[in-house]
């Protein structure tokens, strides 16, 4: 292939393996969206639009708008004629990129000590000057984990799809937005430099949109779009300008040439903090975190496979692959990385609040995404990149699995609303109840993913959140960080604060996790006489994805175990994933680390026991606390009092950003800059003013001409008396 | 001699000026305007016997003009007679802007 450029030939004992077909793992989703796009293109030339309008969407509305977008799998008469091809080619492309993923690790483990990130040049895109940015892939440790969870979990949702969309009419179009995100997921992951991965960005930020409002026909999805669109540009500015003054002070934006430069960073600087806390902004809104978190929950209005891939397992964790990837920047910047800590803490104590008490299913998911990656980012920010890293992909496999399980579910009650006519929402626990004994292998496996959510041992999200907290803990003492202070604050205070709200969070986390699974699946069933005997097991075509993830859920604390655990017990080997990580992250974690170290065995001990407590005292505290037998159905729920219906609204958080700014933009919008300043001074001053203006001359001199001759005759004696009495004083002196 | 000849020419002037200016009657008017080029065929001759006979040359030339103009502007008179029965020019602004 011609792409195959010498540039990097030769010199990475990567090079000639299977790790030089990288750039063949993007470009096989591309593929799979060009054809994809065409069969959805085909068939609105035969059938008309590809348009949900078509799937008699209104008859099976309710008036949850945002909530009830997946009201739509059933409905075999409209099912695509060209559905097959898209079931090929749609998970068929991700398999293959997976494979080739696989093969690449594979290629990366048999070299031995491999510490230089593999970069293949294509072409230069942007030779202006002295800014020049090529387009090029950089295979290393990081990007590798990256693309496997991208294109592993990638894969098993869009296996799962195909049970899940089949029937809607526009599923090829579905596959088609899909594949284009994988795609530029990939391209965010594996870009060498930060405009090439700011394309990724920008390009997954798309897809989001296009699918949240896949079923664009109801305004309330067409709009948590629009919204999660114009959030994440406020963080996208934010970026923008910390690649600008990378460029402005460095010259330069790839990863390798910056990272080289990194010693020469002034550490703390107000330069390097700005650049962080920029970068950190671009985050904020990408992985929604406090305060631009307020569009992830209502993605939920896309099919439930998007919040799955989309919004759980992937592209919202963007903002910490960006961190850990520009980790020499942030371990420069102490102050910006206590800031990271501080929101990642208050965000996933915050959502975990909101999560008590919602009663959408896929909302309950939402808030406790918002709530997970605000942990992953508190470890970022303390310079546990391999813990963040690792919460990331720990989080990929139960939050897919916790997303689908619930797509499943939802699947089963719009199956058996359908089938009875009825019309209620398919999405509220309250209207679920007693969902195991119709759906054992989905209850099973969404116990495991609850499990591991809440972080109880074995399951693999107590390793990873353990990891975070205990990683925290540590860097109180001697790190950098603790040295700094952020706004006053001596950062062990901040430390310890932001340990507390981690563990509080924790509590929450179980709470709201065991209310979940207590009202979906446990006492009595509400769905309604009828409508019960209509409750089944989804089809294998999603269990079997599930199986996979509920195993990944189960077992994927094995990738990087504790030393205070390996020594206890013959699991498997200590920190794969931290010494895998090394070569990239090693260096920035250690000068976050700074004098500090490591907390000592009895600490640690005493920290994990104090976390596994917390864990399962929350699933205590919600067993014993909630009665899901006295939960009516939601037609028949009487509206919350007090706190309880604070949280229930989000504590108004949509409400006060509308007000504070949302009416304010459309008021000076509207009476500012539409009425005066576009009507009134473009419109009114200059183009009418001009036109009024021309006419105003034109009509004083056309009162000079009189028509009187009389009048010209003087006016033209007039003229030469002047010019003769003008030359007689020039000449004549 | 040069300049009586040149003071009475530039009073013939001043005359068809005032003529112009002020009377409303076409055909005064018109006369007016004779009245002025011939203080210039005046002006032109008092210097020729000064400085030489190319002046004389150019009152011929005036005196053709002079005539061609009398009978195009004295015809365009009569036709604006026929069409409106006056020559008083308040009464003709046809060249209003």
Redesign the interface.
Known sequence: MLIQSAASAGTNPLAGTAAGWMWAIPLLPLLGFLINGLVALTSAAHFGPADPTAASHAAHGDDDGAGHGDAHAAHASTRHRFAAVTSIVGPGVLVAAFLLAAAAFLAMRAVPDLSAPFVQRYFSWMPVGDLSVDVAFRLDQLSMVMVLVVTGVGMLIHIFSVGYMREDPGYPRYFAYLNLFVFFMLVLVLGANYPLLFIGWEGVGLCSYLLIGFWFSEKANADAGKKAFIVNRIGDFGFLIAMFLLFANYGTLDFSALQAQAGAFVFGGPLITAIALFFFLGCTGKSAQIPLYIWLPDAMAGPTPVSALIHAATMVTAGVYLIARSNFIFAAAPVAGLTVIVVGALTAFFAATIGLKQWDIKKVLAYSTVSQLGYMFVGVGAGAYVAGIFHLMTHAFFKALLFLGAGSVIHVMHEAYHHTHRHDDAQDMRNMGGLRKHMKVTWILMWIATLAISGIPPFSGFFSKDEILGTLFSRADGSTLAQAHWLGLPGTVVIYGAYALGLAAALLTAIYMTRLMLYTFHGPNRTGEQERAHLHEAPWVMTGPLVVLGILAAVGGWFNLPEIVTRALPLGPTGLLEHWLDPVVGAGTARVVGSGGEVAAGTEGLLIAVAVAIAVSGIAIAVTVLKPARLVPKAQASPEQGFERVLNNKYYVDEIYDAAVVRPTYDVSRNLLWRGIDTGLIDGLLVNGSAWLARLTGWI??????????T???VL?LGVLLVLGAFHHSVLP | MLAESLFFSAVLFSIGVIGVLTRRNAIIVFMCVELMLNAVNLTFVAFARVYGAGGQVFVFLVMTVAAAEAAVGLAIIIALFRHRHTVDLQNINLLKG
């Open positions: 001199g056309s009162q000079f001409q009189s028509g009187q001759l009389g010209y005759a003087w004696v």
